[in-house]
């Protein structure tokens, strides 16, 4: 069975860093495509980041473009969210989540096939 586990969340100051990480493990993580995603309390899921399973193409919202960077090790079967230059907006539960391929709806939530647990990530003075 698929599973992923992500790791790294936490508590953090505005302005400052984490580096969440995702261990995907019952399949070839190469043949994936992956991406985040996040839950604020009374919000709707929304589309962060992805990449496909190559490397070479990742996709950002235009709210975390320039500050959030998502990347993966096929070889480590891990996909990770470097976050810089928090804000208190970013406050939210993350997913790490996957499909088979590239789809053109890929910042929608329903077309992921397998999803974390989550992590908590909380910015605040």
């Known amino acids: 069975q698929v599973q992923l586990v992500e790791s790294g969340g936490g508590l953090v100051q505005p302005g400052g860093s984490l580096r969440l990480s995702c261990a995907v493990s019952?399949?070839?993580?190469?043949?994936?495509?992956m991406g985040w995603f996040r839950q604020a309390p009374g919000k709707e899921r929304e589309f962060v980041a992805a990449?496909?399973?190559?490397?070479?193409?990742?996709y950002y919202a235009d709210s975390v473009k320039g500050r959030f960077t998502i990347s993966r090790d096929n070889g480590k079967n891990s996909v990770y969210l470097q976050m810089n230059s928090l804000k208190p907006e970013d406050t939210a539960v993350y997913y790490c989540?996957?499909?088979?391929?590239?789809?053109?709806?890929?910042?929608?939530?329903?077309?992921?096939?397998?999803w974390g647990q989550g992590a908590q990530v909380t910015v605040s003075s």
């Open positions: 019952g399949y070839t993580f190469g043949s994936y495509f």
């Open positions: 989540a996957a499909r088979p391929d590239y789809i053109r709806n890929y910042y929608y939530p329903r077309a992921y096939d397998y």
């Open positions: 990449i496909n399973r190559s490397a070479g193409i990742t």
